[in-house]
């Protein structure tokens, strides 16, 4: 991803972070260039970066990220089987899954609000975490780190809204846990009643974040067809082509760094 400060700067703050890390978490860390978007997200407050990547290390072990990831694609354990099992069934409706990419090479991750089809905090949270970490896996192997929501509202009402316990969750594990790896995201046909929830929502959501939110109504629409190819799109996002169903069985047999519909 483009750089905050000159590569000189870059390189003594991610140096000083490291230097703050314990042996026990540098080998805990989620991948090589961690403390370098700590140092980004901070803009170069090395104290405040250091606090929040000894965050995301502590939280990554105590929610036991890999675990749930290897339990899905590589199970070798009944306990593995058992949440591999109950992580397929919380994806099978297709409520948040990885498809195709923006024009720069970012993965997408469509989220459907009205597909909720458990309602148990913790589940949920766990499946959205498998998500993310899917979508940056796919997202690296074009060498870059961050992820695309596109979240269509088509439908929804405020039964569908989780209660805000696990909203906050949400926003806390985007905002916190994955530092600088949102791109962009894009909200698709939410309704008049949606401003409610919003403004509900939108005191715990950081500036930086609420910056890259973009409601496709007018100039938003716009957007979706600068940054996106529209043939590869679903149609709540103004796609221009009729894109097979999605497969859960299959999405959950294909390779960790792969999205829905991509050949290997």
């Not at 980004?40 to 104290?47: I, T, V, Y």
């Not at 103004?238 to 519909?261: C, H, I, N, Q, V």
Request: with cysteine; hydrophobic share 35%.
């Amino acid at each position: 991803e483009s750089r905050m400060f000159d590569k000189a700067k870059e390189e003594t703050g991610f140096n000083a972070i490291m230097d703050a890390l314990s042996d026990e978490e540098k080998k805990s860390m989620s991948d090589a260039n961690l403390c370098l978007r700590h140092f980004r997200a901070d803009k170069g407050d090395l104290k405040k970066a250091i606090k929040r990547t000894k965050y995301a290390i502590k939280w990554r072990n105590e929610f036991e990220v890999d675990k749930i990831v290897n339990a899905i694609h590589n199970p070798t354990t009944d306990e593995d089987r058992k949440l591999r099992s109950t992580m397929k069934h919380e994806g099978s409706s297709g409520k948040v899954y990885a498809r195709g990419y923006d024009k720069e090479g970012r993965v997408i991750l469509y989220f459907y609000p009205v597909r909720e089809n458990t309602y148990d905090g913790k589940l949920n949270i766990m499946h959205l975490v498998y998500q993310i970490e899917r979508g940056i896996a796919c997202t690296e192997k074009n060498g870059l780190e961050k992820f695309i929501i596109i979240m269509d509202f088509e439908g929804w009402t405020m039964k569908n809204s989780p209660p805000m316990s696990v909203t906050k969750e949400t926003i806390h594990v985007v905002q916190e846990c994955y530092v600088e790896r949102l791109a962009r995201v894009y909200m698709t046909n939410a309704p008049f009643m949606f401003r409610t929830f919003w403004s509900m929502v939108k005191p715990f959501i950081d500036p930086v974040t609420k910056e890259k939110i973009i409601f496709c109504s007018g100039k938003g629409k716009e957007r979706l067809k600068t940054d996106f190819d529209r043939e590869a799109l679903e149609k709540c996002a103004l796609g221009t082509e009729d894109l097979r169903p999605f497969d859960a069985e299959e999405y959950f047999s294909k390779p960790f760094d792969t999205t829905f519909d991509e050949t290997e």
